[in-house]
């Protein structure tokens, strides 16, 4: 989209700035799943996420004129657990959906690969029979090395791993980056409600502008598509001239398709942004319904007492305020006090 792109353009110090604050954690914690892969689980949810919350708040507020900071940044970052956008990324089922879609492809290739490498290189499965008749580990990690050394089936498993893995990937980031919508919907909605109630609100909007939706999407994010497989190449072929093993070469995939695009960032989060202004009517709309949807359902069970009554309603009438409210892109701070508490 022209105006994602002429907004990286007017505000291009701001936004790289936090690209590179935002780079710096990133490869910190790449180097050390490098070493400790385990630390991925901690890594992810507790350091990357909310330092690409913060990116993306950041993001968000230089094109508002906000400057960058390094105190707003780290600010920025505790702001990612607050009610109003703690989830916003839903990583677990982003994680679901790689996984899902990694053994799909894992098994797909690995079968239909396994045909083929058999018929190329017969001498391959003597070695795989081989591997069921084994006594100890020694002679299986023996029979392993000798098939990894024939050129045939490293190439198949390289294949194997780095198509499952590509995919895998790229439905994480893809995931990520739709529920990412709810970030400028919680900013605009701020205060009304908590994440997990505006995260179901945007997924119920969606479904009705959706086919529209990655029309734009993908058309405006047509070039991101082209860096991801450019950077896994490169980080995959050079992991494999530096005779890495399978598992650090993907690794290098990853690096390098997650540097790559780490400066198209800044666009994607406009475009992302410019779409939730395109289809905010949709969302508005669908909030106010399902809003009313509840309210009526929840009457009619007389499962309501006056105080959830009322913080129905409060929403409610927010929402239909919001209606009028053309402000849809608004800032992000560090402050917390207008968000919803328990």
Not at 268 to 280: A, P, T
Not at 318 to 323: G, I, L, R
Request: overall charge neutral; hydrophobic content about 50%.
């Amino acid at each position: 989209m022209k105006s994602a792109l002429k907004k990286y353009k007017e505000h291009f110090f701001d936004k790289t700035s936090s690209v590179a604050l935002f780079a710096f954690f990133l490869i910190v914690s790449y180097a050390l799943m490098y070493f400790y892969p385990v630390t991925a689980i901690l890594l992810v949810p507790f350091i990357i996420a909310p330092f690409l919350f913060a990116f993306q708040a950041m993001n968000s507020n230089a094109n508002a004129n906000i400057r960058f900071s390094f105190k707003n940044f780290f600010r920025l970052y505790s702001r990612y657990y607050s009610p109003s956008y703690y989830g916003v990324y839903r990583l677990i089922i982003s994680t679901l959906k790689a996984l899902l879609v990694y053994m799909a492809f894992f098994v797909t290739i690995g079968i239909i690969g396994g045909a083929i490498i058999s018929a190329v290189d017969p001498a391959i499965n003597d070695l795989v029979n081989q591997i069921y008749a084994v006594t100890s580990y020694e002679e299986m990690y023996e029979i392993i090395d000798t098939l990894l050394a024939r050129d045939s089936f490293y190439i198949y498993m390289l294949v194997t791993y780095v198509v499952s893995f590509f995919f895998a990937f790229w439905m994480f980031i893809h995931s990520v980056g739709i529920s990412s919508l709810s970030f400028y919907c919680a900013t605009h909605m701020r205060g009304a409600a908590y994440m997990r109630q505006i995260s179901y609100a945007y997924r119920f909007a969606f479904k009705r502008f959706r086919r529209q939706f990655y029309r734009d999407y993908f058309k405006a994010n047509f070039l991101g598509i082209i860096l991801l497989v450019v950077g896994m190449l490169a980080g995959v072929l050079l992991g494999y001239y530096l005779n890495f093993d399978l598992d650090k070469v993907v690794l290098f995939g990853l690096y390098g398709a997650s540097f790559l695009l780490l400066f198209f960032l800044p666009y994607y989060f406009d475009v992302l942004n410019e779409l939730y202004i395109k289809y905010f009517d949709y969302y508005q709309q669908a909030t106010i319904d399902l809003a009313k949807m509840n309210i009526e359902r929840l009457k009619a069970a007389h499962d309501l007492s006056e105080e959830e009554l009322e913080k129905l309603n409060n929403f409610l009438a927010k929402a239909e305020e919001k209606k009028e409210d053309n402000n849809v892109s608004k800032p992000i701070d560090g402050d917390d006090t207008n968000d919803n508490n328990e």
